[in-house]
């Protein structure tokens, strides 16, 4: 299984992290994808992918909730990164409506100007939408010549959203949100196309139950890859062996 998604440079992780990777490659988890927050994340992130260069994997990006005032300086350092050194991904990028609305117009630019960024430097994207999949969805689909690949990560939209998505080409991450018991999610599972979805955490945020509320962490990953089994009337080795391969085809194309 690959985490296509997590945050594991976070504080919530700093004193048990040998037992973290232990306890993820115990249950199959062999590849993390780390997307970056903004400047203050960086050191913190590349830290962790040196300490096992075999297990973590960055990507480069500036997080829709650090949009703000000096959101320029913020795009024109993850650039330099972006330039300087090997990403796997520009991430995490999009627009969240749900704390504020005052960057609005700025996370646009911003998403856009990044999407830019993946299709010149031939990256996937991994793709926020928070009360905003109509807004990401519409502006992936207007800058789709071919070039953009990626996640739409925390995916928990319709059916004609899902529709939408595949038709771009593009990727669903599942993640936590999927074991809430939230019948709609689970039927729209039920219709993604087999090679359209990859798994994610999100850790530490939106643990899958029994761990709601508590501290996500990549060895959680089985739990999302039943749920959506069952959701899919499908068994977990199929999940399993579907959503390596997709993470596979986007993330590492090239080895
Ligand atoms: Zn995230």
Redesign the pocket.
């Known amino acids: 299984m690959i985490d296509t998604?997590?945050?594991l440079y976070l504080k919530d992780f700093e004193d048990d992290q040998d037992q973290l990777i232990e306890k993820a490659l115990e249950v199959g988890v062999k590849k993390v994808l780390l997307?970056n927050?903004n400047r203050s994340t960086v050191e913190a992130l590349h830290n962790l992918c040196d300490y096992n260069t075999s297990f973590y994997f960055p990507m480069m990006g500036v997080?829709p909730c650090y949009i703000k005032e000096d959101y320029l300086e913020e795009l024109a350092a993850a650039r330099k990164l972006l330039e300087n050194q090997k990403y796997y991904g520009v991430?995490?990028i999009g627009i969240d409506l749900y704390w504020d609305k005052t960057f609005e117009d700025e996370q646009k630019e911003a998403f856009r100007t990044q999407l830019e960024w993946a299709k010149e430097m031939q990256l996937p994207v991994?793709i926020?939408s928070r009360n905003a999949l109509k807004h990401t969805i519409a502006i992936a689909e207007e800058l789709q010549d071919g070039n953009l690949t990626g996640v739409f990560?925390?995916f928990n939209g319709s059916k004609k959203q899902a529709k939408r998505i595949m038709n771009l080409g593009m990727k669903m991450g599942i993640g936590g949100v999927i074991t809430y018991g939230i019948s709609g999610m689970e039927v729209v599972m039920s219709f993604i196309e087999s090679g359209a979805y990859v798994l994610e955490t999100?850790a530490p945020?939106l643990g899958p139950q029994p761990h709601k509320g508590k501290r996500n962490e990549s060895s959680y990953l089985p739990l999302i890859a039943n749920k959506i089994a069952e959701c899919r009337n499908e068994t977990l080795e199929k999940v399993i062996e579907d959503s390596s391969k997709t993470a596979t085809l986007v993330f590492f194309k090239e080895q």
Do not use: L, Q, R, V
């Open positions: 998604h997590a945050h997307p927050i997080h991430g995490e991994s926020h990560h925390c999100d945020y």
